[in-house]
């Protein structure tokens, strides 16, 4: 290619706009989606499923540019290699005035990671290259005992790459976002910058679905409600005058038929005053039942997106010079994150090959941590519940942990604290 030739490039998707703005040394918007495989990793096949699965997933090679009025997305020819894991998780994928990629694959023993900066994708998305780069090892590593994945003829490149917001956004006369009213704030000892405290938890799928549909809830549902008691339980009296609050990213492809690969999900808040209720598990998980049903309607999803989208779309906004933007996103964002307690994640069942459980034990997902960030995913029947915390105290999670035993399910724990407290 002529070096004088411009490369390809894409403006940032409507989610991913915030992220450039707000990323700091706390929370660098990275987050991680692992498969802990059932033999140590062969990094010699990882680099060829990787080089493989790039090809499919061609934006993930893109890089990070600021514009005069907006950050976009350039193609690059920068190598993409699969490393020893060396760093610690979520470490950031976006150091300023540095060309880089937005997204690492390590592997130590049996774990394969995959670390993506949130401008790239959302969580579907990257649980879809993911999901291609498995199989691709898998089928390199053993060929006649693992099927060789099949991979839809629609699910084109241009529709990996589409936005979905610009898609389904149409020009709404309705109303705009309110504010959020103050959350209680954790609060605690911080560990060091660029630092966080993983807790991991697995417990068996049917047992939960089956202790969640017993209680007329989802599984969702159900720890939702159990890490609001979880975080209440570590508030004084005098904190309870505000409600303690859990964001949920909700996945706008279950509303709108879209097969991208880029960012397209929404947020609701789900929330509870312990101060003027009684705060029992059928209590909570009642009022969590309640603001699920009340949010996740067809038309709720569309008039956030409208909402949000209709900003960009906005002239005199739009000609506002980007490091005016980056000043103004980082004031919206601080107000936005007083509006939460935590952060609860459900990335869903992780579907691969029939007989990858021969070679598969689970796949996990976490992110980095501003605040308390609870993320679960399944496979098989392995459901786990991994937090991230920037915080020394563990109390949060144990309390989480602690419920789930109480209610009859086992649960296997780890961690990566060390004996003195520190994080690995």
Partial sequence: MNDKTPLPW??????????????????????????????????QDLQKALDKTVERFPMFRSVLKRGWFWYYLEDSVLPVKAEPETLPPCWPLYPSGRRSLLFRVQYFRRRISLEVYHVLTDGTGALEFMRTLVSE??????????????????????????DGFQKYYEKSRGKRLAPEPSAYQIRGQRLPKN????????????????????????????????????????MRVRDERKPVVITVPVNLR???????????????????????????????????REQFKANLTQER??????????????????LVPLPIKDVVLRAANYLSSRGATASFSNVGKVAMPKGSESFIKKFGVFTCAGCLQACVCSFGDDYTVSFASPYRSREVE??????????GLQVTVTSNLLPNGEVD
């Fill in 398 to 407: 144990r309390v989480f942990f602690r419920q789930l035993v109480d209610l």
């Fill in 301 to 318: 999803m569309a008039a956030q997106m409208n909402a949000l989208c209709a900003l960009e779309h906005n002239i005199p906004i739009r």
């Fill in 195 to 234: 630092r966080m405290a993983v807790l991991e938890g697995s417990v068996p799928l049917a047992d939960a679905l089956a202790c969640a549909r017993g209680r007329g809830a989802t599984l969702t549902e159900l720890m939702t409600a159990l890490l609001l008691r979880a975080i209440h339980e570590g």
């Fill in 254 to 288: 279950s509303y709108f038929p879209s097969q991208s690969s880029r960012n397209f999900f929404a947020i609701i808040r789900v929330g509870y005053d312990f101060r003027n209720r009684d705060g029992s598990l059928e209590d909570v998980l009642a009022q969590v």
């Fill in 137 to 162: 090892y898998l089928l390199l590593r053993d060929p006649a005992a693992f099927p060789k994945p099949e991979f839809p003829q629609a699910d084109s490149q241009w529709q990996r790459q589409a």
């Fill in 10 to 43: 894409w403006t940032l998707d409507n989610a991913a706009k915030i992220f450039p703005s707000t990323g700091s040394s706390h929370d660098s918007k990275v987050f991680r989606i692992f498969c802990e495989l059932k033999e140590d990793v062969e990094p």
